[in-house]
């Protein structure tokens, strides 16, 4: 089942998971944000952080699971610090055939304009 308050939000993102070998999807309201997620189905952590100056996101975040509170961009080696209250509430990811097709397509309708292309790559603004 998709939590409400994910549903109500207005963009998802694609990531994949390791364990799983599966690409889910993740809800979010504010794509430059950075995020930690937790698989619903293997309860694998993942952190999806941005460079700014880089245009480019990913799982950039060493040693996860020690929980640091800095990560350091693999391209252009810029440092990054990650708020306290990052791993307090993590996203949840589905597995995509857990999404129904309605949800993203009420999404894509709502906030079309929005949208990040897939798996963060691409620029957020
Ligand atoms: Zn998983
Ligand atoms: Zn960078």
Not at 28 to 48: G, L, P, V
Not at 79 to 85: A, I
Request: charged fraction near 35%.
């Amino acid at each position: 089942m998709i939590k409400s308050e994910d549903m109500n939000k207005k963009n998802y993102m694609y990531l994949y998971c390791v364990n799983c070998e599966e690409e889910g999807i993740y809800f979010i309201d504010d794509m430059e944000q950075d995020c930690f997620i937790k698989c619903n189905n293997c309860s694998k952590e993942i952190a999806d952080v941005w460079c700014e100056d880089c245009g480019m996101g990913g799982p950039f975040v060493e040693n996860l699971e020690n929980k640091p509170h800095s990560w350091k961009c693999p391209d252009c080696n810029r440092g990054y610090s990650l708020s306290d209250d990052f791993y307090s509430n993590p996203f949840t990811l589905y597995r995509g055939n857990q999404v129904p097709k309605e949800i993203i397509e009420s999404i894509d309708k709502r906030f079309k304009k929005k949208k990040k292309g897939l798996f963060g790559l691409l620029k957020r603004k």
